[in-house]
Nanobody, 119 residues
Framework: QVQLAESGGGLVQAGGSLGLSCAAS????????MGWYRQAPGKQRELVAL???????TIADSVKGRFTISRDNAKIMVHLQMNSLKPEDTAVYYC?????????????WGQGTQVTVSS
């Protein structure tokens, strides 16, 4: 099993910055991807940013240039730095870890942390 502990989030004015962190523990394979998804009220959960254990990143177009994802492999942590926040960034942000074992993928989720951007 894998446990994900999220921290950060909160309330910020438009144009401000926030950081999210997620620490993973448990059965984590060498090949994995960590990242963030978000879900706004009445909308489906969507990808925000991912980073593989090798350092490759995927960033959603809606946050490209504003959000940066990074990870610390030694601590098994992933960080999301969110700058120039917009009201439409308001959502519950979920940390995700995907283990890759011989091509089989196993997804784990954090409990979610609220990010609210006021206009």
């Amino acid at each position: 099993q894998v446990q994900l502990a999220e921290s950060g989030g909160g309330l910020v004015q438009a144009g401000g910055s926030l950081g999210l962190s997620c620490a993973a523990s448990g059965s984590i394979f060498s090949f994995n991807t960590m990242g963030w998804y978000r879900q706004a009220p009445g909308k489906q959960r969507e990808l925000v940013a991912l980073i593989t254990s090798g350092g490759s990143t995927t960033i959603a177009d809606s946050v490209k240039g504003r959000f940066t994802i990074s990870r610390d492999n030694a601590k098994i942590m992933v960080h999301l730095q969110m700058n120039s926040l917009k009201p439409e960034d308001t959502a519950v942000y979920y940390c995700n870890l995907q283990n890759n074992f011989l091509g089989r993928l196993y997804d784990y989720w954090g409990q979610g942390t609220q990010v609210t951007v006021s206009s």
